[in-house]
């Protein structure tokens, strides 16, 4: 299947976008309540739903792929426990690609989350995927500003 591919255009600088990917207590604010992120190639890229139990609806075990400062931001990704057995066992299979380039005084982020398989359990993960995605950039638009930050969002719906 084709990877779910998005753009957005949020109003603020690049950096602070970077920041709000990069920094655990940061995406914190628009992503999961709990984090750790190690910020550098190999580093852990692991997000806690359910900050009681870090084994239950988590990317535990989540490493960062690629790293280009302020430019670039690759990761594995666990799907949540519905798709654990298609998903994240015995290793992730997907991955997810962020990048990051100033427009106009805004940054133009993109998202592509890719190594999906096929069938019909995979069809329905990758389109709870896309709705999780769409939340996610909606709530960081949100969190750089609450004067609605993200100018324009798309998707490709392959």
């Known amino acids: 299947m084709e990877p779910l591919k998005f753009r957005v255009k949020l109003n603020a600088h690049p950096r ?4 709000a990917w990069t920094e655990s207590e940061r995406i914190t604010k628009f992503f999961a ?3 750790k992120i190690e910020p550098h190639p ?3 890229y692991e997000l806690y739903f359910d900050p ?5 609806m988590s990317t535990k075990g989540c490493t960062i792929t690629e790293f280009k400062s302020m430019d670039r931001l690759g990761f594995n990704w666990k799907g949540p426990d519905q798709f654990r057995e298609l ?3 015995p290793d992730p299979q997907t991955y997810v690609e962020v990048g990051f380039r100033e ?3 805004a940054t133009r982020l993109t998202l592509e ?3 999906w398989g096929d069938g019909d359990e995979w069809a329905e993960a990758r389109e709870w995927h896309r709705r999780a995605w769409e939340e996610v950039l ?3 638009g949100s969190f750089l500003s609450p004067k609605k930050r993200l100018l324009r969002s798309t998707c490709a719906k392959r």
């Open 42 to 44: 190999g580093g852990a």
């Open 87 to 89: 998903m994240n066992e």
């Open 16 to 19: 602070e976008v970077w920041r």
């Open 52 to 56: 009681k139990d870090h084994d239950h």
């Open 138 to 140: 909606d709530q960081l």
């Open 33 to 35: 309540p709990e984090a």
């Open 103 to 105: 427009e106009e005084g």
């Open 113 to 115: 989350h890719g190594g």
